[in-house]
């Protein structure tokens, strides 16, 4: 016979296992987050750069998981591993710029200007924006 502790004991167990698959199950199938129609902050390639070079902390407050307009001139165009197009925009240094990750595939020029909307997901050695698209 089990006792009326250890009978506690299972419920709770049982319920703490009920309610971690169910936090499991919400987080892979909640709706992804659809930037396209959010009021976006509007900054330019190189003060989004600076911001971060100067106080990553600071800039990371104003910035971090929000939606950004982001404006500059396209350096470089790269793949990505998982197939998609990766855009780097001047930064105020040649050594930092804004890496911007497109959603879906869209023409792109490398030495053109651009308007990229995206999520901004913080710095490494570039600010990183993803789920992003080409506004102009």
Do not use: W
């Amino acid at each position: 016979m089990i006792s009326k502790k250890n009978r506690i004991l299972i419920a709770t167990a049982l319920i703490g296992c009920f309610l971690a698959i169910g936090v499991i199950m919400y987080i892979m199938y909640m709706p992804h987050r659809d930037i396209r129609h959010e009021t976006p902050i509007v900054i330019s390639a190189k003060k989004l750069v600076e911001s971060y070079q100067r106080d990553e902390v600071s800039a990371n407050a104003h910035f971090l998981n929000k939606t950004l307009q982001i404006s500059g001139l396209i350096e470089n165009i790269e793949t990505n591993i998982d197939g998609k197009k990766v855009i780097t925009l001047s930064g105020s240094n040649p050594m930092s710029g804004v890496r911007c990750t497109l959603q879906e595939e869209q023409v792109i020029e490398t030495g053109k200007p651009a308007t990229i909307k995206g999520r901004c997901t913080g710095y490494l050695s570039d600010v990183v924006i993803i789920d992003c698209f080409v506004i102009k």
